[in-house]
């Protein structure tokens, strides 16, 4: 009876299937000698997107993650639905590396697809194999959870496994304290809010860490600055949390004082942040983020190299993005337009060597529906 193994909405195997499956392998292997791992996959904030597009667009996102995940595996491979929105691959006869080269191939197809609203959804994944990370069923899953965890308590969108956190510049999920963990998750559940308030922009923050990132590895920026560049990404709006939304989605020319309380958000933003150590280094990002290269920015008023190159960088990404987003406040440019405005002011806005770096790497780093 297929039913009783089978998860109703996505097809996928069940979770009661799936720890059969576990024991099977782990009995084979025993057996023979052979080994085998496993991909726990979270969606990143799942939730605010149900809530803002209800549970049956919810119901077609994890559907087409099911797709995604079965186009992305060998027919040995199994896919199951965890719970919730949470999915995991068993992957026999695969070691860490091999998992991990299949991990990033399902993130990337899930970064990449466009769901209802324009909006992109993003996965966290960890990895475990037998025997190597544990030898029985419960410390196989345990191993995946941690790096799972660790990867959504460390910026999400990743891909982690409990003894490769140096690949992304990452910390084990041990060396955060329960405290700041806590206050991570909180955030950038924060920051995917902000995003979600406005639907004409939803995935503004995840697009523009993506690209700044980008330019980060072609400067051939330190492990630790990328990560910084990525955090600063994600969480560079923030501060607009507190803004009404009749401001943010304002259809003309915004008067003195609500052009004021469009400034503060660099600064309301750190104010937010501050108390979480682990952000303390993406702090000047955000800070200076819409600071210009002529001097004429915001908040201090910095001028040229004074400016942070992470901030420099995030700026760039960030204004190629707005130009290129559906907003009500002007019309959308193509890529081209947006290049040839960044070019325009490259020397006054922006640091002009960053905007040609931009455009060298932007036609491998834009964003492209798949069918």
């Known amino acids: ?51 803002t597009y209800g549970h049956l667009a919810g119901d077609d996102v994890l559907t087409s993650i099911g797709k995604c995940i079965q186009a992305s595996i060998r027919t040995v491979d199994m896919a199951f639905r965890y719970g919730g929105e949470e999915f995991a691959i068993i992957l026999p006869e695969t070691m860490t590396e091999g998992a991990y080269l299949v991990a990033e191939r399902i993130r990337e197809k899930i970064e990449h697809k466009i769901f209802a609203g324009r909006s992109a959804i993003t996965a966290s994944l960890g990895i475990a194999s037998w025997p190597t990370d544990g030898v029985n069923k419960e410390q196989i899953l345990i191993s995946a959870d941690k790096a799972l965890y660790t990867a ?24 955060i304290s329960e405290t700041q963990r806590i206050a991570i998750g909180m955030i950038y559940a924060l920051a995917a809010t902000v995003d979600a308030k406005d639907h004409y922009t939803y995935g503004h923050s995840r697009k523009v860490s993506q690209y700044a990132v980008a330019m980060g590895q072609l400067l051939n920026l330190s492990p630790d600055k990328i990560t910084e560049i990525r955090t600063a990404g994600l969480l560079h709006d923030i501060g607009k949390i507190g803004i009404p939304d009749s401001i943010l989605n304002k259809d003309g020319m915004l008067d003195e004082q609500e052009w004021m309380q469009i400034k503060s958000h660099p600064e309301v933003g750190v104010e937010i942040l501050r108390h979480v150590s682990d952000l303390a280094k993406s702090l000047p990002i955000i800070l200076d983020h819409h600071e210009h290269f002529d001097g004429s920015g915001y908040p201090a008023g910095l001028k040229g190299k004074d400016i942070p190159l992470e901030a420099r960088l995030l700026s760039v990404a960030d204004a190629y993005d707005a130009m290129t987003s559906l907003r009500p406040y002007h019309n959308q440019r193509t890529s081209q337009e947006a290049i040839d405005e960044l070019k325009r002011c490259a020397g006054t806005t922006f640091d002009p060597e960053l905007v040609e770096l931009f455009c060298k790497v932007i036609k491998s780093i834009v964003l492209k529906p798949e069918n």
């Open 1 to 51: 009876m297929t039913w009783a193994i089978t998860d109703g909405l996505t097809r996928l195997y069940n979770h009661r299937y799936m720890h059969e499956c576990l024991d099977k392998e782990i009995a084979r292997g025993t057996r023979f000698g052979t080994t085998f791992s496993i991909i726990m996959l979270d969606l990143d904030f799942f939730k605010t997107y149900n809530d």
């Open 152 to 175: 959504k308590g460390t910026g999400r969108n990743k891909t982690c496994a409990p003894n490769d956190f140096n690949r992304q510049g990452l910390v084990p999920e041990d060396d």
